[in-house]
């Protein structure tokens, strides 16, 4: 068991993404963690990260938490496939090649947000990702995600 987030494990040459690299300074440092077969994600967003109308986040960012969060989630999913527990061997990365955002409902400012994801599908170096956004106990946005390993020499 670990209390240390995926993104935590993050070789260092990938952990500068703006979304989910601790050694981005400027990001926004997401954390994702097991949470039985689905991962979970906890953000309150920053309040000038407003959408088009005051009090309700940004729905750019709402797909870059969806997307981070996957990303991860593919990592993750990728090494408890392969028989490995976080920590005894490097994630390997997963970049996107896909990514589909419905916007449910409005998303307010100033409360928690909580990603869930499931895998949907795992095939060899690609994986589905299957992520809900809610805050105040309700779905707001969801997310579908196609994430591919990069091969181990990009
Ligand atoms: C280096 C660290 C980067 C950190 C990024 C952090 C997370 C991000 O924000 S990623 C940024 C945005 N994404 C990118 O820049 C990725 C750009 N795209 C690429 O590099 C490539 O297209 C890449 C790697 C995704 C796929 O290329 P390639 O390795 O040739 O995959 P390929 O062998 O063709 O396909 C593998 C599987 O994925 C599927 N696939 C690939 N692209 C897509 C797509 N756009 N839609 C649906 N399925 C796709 C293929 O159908 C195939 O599936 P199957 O095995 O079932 O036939």
């Known amino acids: 068991m670990t209390d240390k987030a995926f993104q935590d494990f993050y070789p260092d040459e990938f952990a500068h993404c703006y979304g989910c690299g601790r050694l981005n300074e400027a990001g926004l440092q997401i954390k994702s963690y097991w949470d039985g077969e689905e991962s979970v994600c906890r953000y309150t967003p920053e309040p000038f990260f407003t959408g088009g109308f005051p009090g309700y986040f940004y729905g750019g960012l709402i797909s870059s938490l969806i997307d981070c969060h996957s990303a991860a989630t593919a990592s993750a999913a990728k090494l408890r496939a392969d028989g490995f527990a976080l920590g005894e061997k490097p994630l390997s990365r997963f ?11 409005p998303t307010p400012m100033g409360k928690i947000i909580d990603l869930r994801s499931r895998v949907l599908e795992i095939k060899s170096r690609k994986i589905i990702v299957s992520t809900t956004l809610s805050a105040e106990d309700e779905i707001r946005a969801k997310g579908e995600a196609i994430m591919v390993q990069l091969p181990e020499n990009r």
């Open 95 to 105: 970049v996107t090649a896909s990514l589909k955002i419905d916007f449910l409902k």
